[in-house]
């Protein structure tokens, strides 16, 4: 446009067109047409000025006196100082400098601190190309310039509009995987989406989306996928509280955003305390559970998944505190607890122990030493863990005499009844005070006996959202006397 149509326009029409200007100078170029990823289109050329520095030795303060000034360019993940362009001379250099409106659209010439530079000759302001191509925009950039936007039903929106588009950004990343839910009106872009996902990711090898719920594969809590870029391997290891898990992601249940949920319910295990984890998966709550040298029992009817879990034990050195099972929960839940009481059996842990000398009765240092200890496993549960919210509250009825036909005064000495961690789903509310009562409710009714949100050591937690109006809640109850030993 110009100047002088620029002038007859009045100022906020002006100050509109210098912020489109503005907002539109260091985005990527828009195709809302394309259906391929075309790399090469996402090349910009953006005329800017530069201030040529007429003697290296002075780069450094001329480029913190611009910088005072604010005549430098600010631009994210690009080096302002660049080679002088169009010479032969490679070791001049020059700073680049910002455009001459601000990020509201307002006109904002240099400062006089540029041109005092410019007359003292110790730069030159010369003109200068910045280039930026596919591989300076992020995965935000380049998705948002060619998604279409949802319109509603009065919207005409062209291909090349400039308009916000809602973008595929959530996703978990599981060791080399990134793994996306996508919706349905995203499903065209898919292959692309997953191309840029993979370019924009150094860590990322694979990239795939889910194609049916988790469990309408198997009982196993797996799901069918596709690769959308990338290679076909989902053997994954990835860390968590300080501990490493490798496994076949196609084949056994993992979920990142869990991670919060393992270390919860770890710290409320104590050392010493023994540990049934009924549906333990490849191990996130039963092996960092085990480095904190609490005795757990970890079972698991996936075969993939405990074969998993039987490594895992291996690879994190917590075999003596850590067991593996491959069974039914609903039996395990009592056969467990029956053989616990009669099994006599001690780890062996290594400490560390300073140990101080003296020389004529002054403390001289010393060494470290390591010293071996026995740590007696209890003959009873403190907690059962069940984490497999879509239908763990159906196993709440295998506590149901738990210990019939014993005594609590035959128990062993310091036992307690367990408490017992069960997670589960609800629907979503502002406050979850419905959904504390029906879960309490739920749980009273598949035990047997009354559990009030009031109840000693009852607690509801909200783990975290499912779905728009799903939640994941974990219950946690004191196994009631009532329950434990009813015939």
Known sequence: MSEL???????????????????????PPINRAMKVLDRSFFSKQIPLSAAQVLNNSNISHIKNVLEKSK???VLPRYRHIQPLPNTANNDARCIVLRPQM????????????????????????????????????????????????VPSSTDVIEEDADVDVEMPTSFQIIGHVAHLNLRERYLPYRKMIGEILLDKNVAISTVINKIDDVGEESAFRTFRYEVLAGKDDLN???????????????????????????????????????VCDVMAGIGPFAIPAGKKRCFV???????????SLVKNIERNKVAGFVRGFNTDGHGFIKSAARE??????????????????????????????????????????????????????????????LFSGLKKDEMPEGFKLPLIHCHCFDTKSDDNLEQTDRICALVS???????????????????????????????????????AFRS
């Open 102 to 149: 601000n990020d509201r659209g307002d006109q904002w010439p240099y400062s006089p601190t540029l041109y005092e530079l410019q007359t003292s000759r110790q730069i030159d302001i010369i003109p200068f190309q910045l280039s930026l191509d596919y591989t300076y925009w992020t995965y935000q950039d380049i998705i948002s310039s060619i998604l279409p936007a």
């Open 340 to 401: 616990l009481l009669s099994m006599d059996y001690e780890a062996e842990v290594e400490e560390k122990v300073h140990k101080e000398k003296k020389e004529n009765g002054v403390k001289k240092g010393g060494r470290t030493r390591p010293i071996k200890r026995k740590v007696k496993q209890p003959r009873y549960f403190s907690h059962y863990v069940m984490n497999l919210p879509a239908s763990a509250t159906d196993f709440l009825p295998d506590f149901i005499g």
């Open 71 to 73: 005549d430098g360019l």
């Open 445 to 483: 009714e598949k035990i047997g006996f009354e559990i009030k949100p009031t109840t000693p050591e009852t607690e509801v937690w909200d783990v975290r959202d499912v779905a728009p109006k799903k939640r994941m809640f974990c219950v946690t109850f004191r196994l009631p006397e009532e329950v």
């Open 5 to 27: 149509l620029l002038h007859a326009l009045d100022k906020r029409t002006k100050q509109s067109l210098y912020l489109q200007m503005a907002e539109e100078m260091f985005r």
């Open 297 to 307: 029992w970890a079972n698991d009817l996936n075969p993939d998944s405990y074969s």
């Open 236 to 274: 994954v290891t990835v860390r968590e509280q300080e501990c490493w898990f490798a496994f076949d992601y196609a084949k056994v249940y993992w979920n990142s955003r869990l991670s919060t949920e393992h270390e919860r319910l770890v710290e409320k295990f104590k050392d010493g305390e023994a």
